[in-house]
């Protein structure tokens, strides 16, 4: 199974589970909204390190001739220890045979994959935060006067020589972010081409993501590229069990960790994050 990429042969179990599995996995993905932020990589055996190479450094204006040290394109290694998140879904015998608008499986389906998505969005948020650049804002966003601009630029600007690409924020502060005089009208977009983000702020070229699992009143700013996280995708093993109650169970478990910070900066925090911090009264 590369990274990213699910097929029925990177999961455990009967073909009937496997299928299962496959949709739950699949739907997972498309309502999973920082998934994308994350660089990916497969640890099969659930233990790994693996290596990741800085941005090399460049020379300017040299002359003829001219020798230029090496620097940059360090390697650093990214330590992943796998642990599983489970999901149960289960039909009964009646329900099966009574339902008319279809298998009553494809509803636990979809439910099963929103609770997988949210924990691994929560997964995801909590290594983001994990040793951040940060620091507070110059002025709370939900004065509408002030412009939030400010706070933005400078996380940007604190994450170089990498470019940032989104921003991550609780609810309360996107509808502080919407609600500002400077930031409103950055909340109109094209849905189809946003993907998962609510909108884009253009200059800085962040896309913006609202999740609850942000620290309240803060935001986090980061670089997909850096990475700011990095996730390991483990094996999935699905149980198959018929119920003496009359039904059939299947427990679905999923091997996965995020991880950050994976660049450091000199003070040993994330190169790819940046987190302001009071944005709000």
Sequence with gaps: MGAGIITASGISGN???????LGVLKKQIEV?????LCSQVD???LVATI???????????????????????EFTNVDFSLKKDRIKLGVSDEAKFKSRAGDPLSLQIDAGAMRLANILDKKIVTAMETSPQT????AIWSTVTNN??????????????????FVVMPAN?????????????FSEGNPDALSKAMGVIPGLGLKVFVNENVTAKSILVGCSGAPACALGNGPVEIRTIDSERGGRLYQMDVW??????????????????YQVTAVIA
């Excluded at 073909?15 to 599995?21: E, G, R, S, T, V």
């Excluded at 290596?51 to 394109?73: F, T, Y």
């Design 135 to 138: 620091a507070a804002t110059s």
């Design 43 to 45: 640890v099969p055996e």
């Design 148 to 165: 939030p601009l400010r706070d933005l630029a400078k996380a940007c600007a604190g994450i170089r020589p990498y470019k940032a690409d």
């Design 256 to 273: 996965r960790q995020a991880v950050a910070p994976v660049l450091k900066n000199a003070s040993n925090l994330n190169m790819g994050v």
């Design 173 to 185: 502060v996107y509808s502080a972010f919407i609600g500002n005089d400077y930031t409103a009208k």
């Design 15 to 21: 073909l009937d589970a496997k299928n299962i599995a």
């Design 32 to 36: 999973s909204n920082l998934r994308e």
């Design 51 to 73: 290596p990741v190479q800085s941005i090399p450094e460049g020379a300017e204006d040299l002359g003829d001739w001219e020798w230029s040290p090496i620097k940059g394109s």
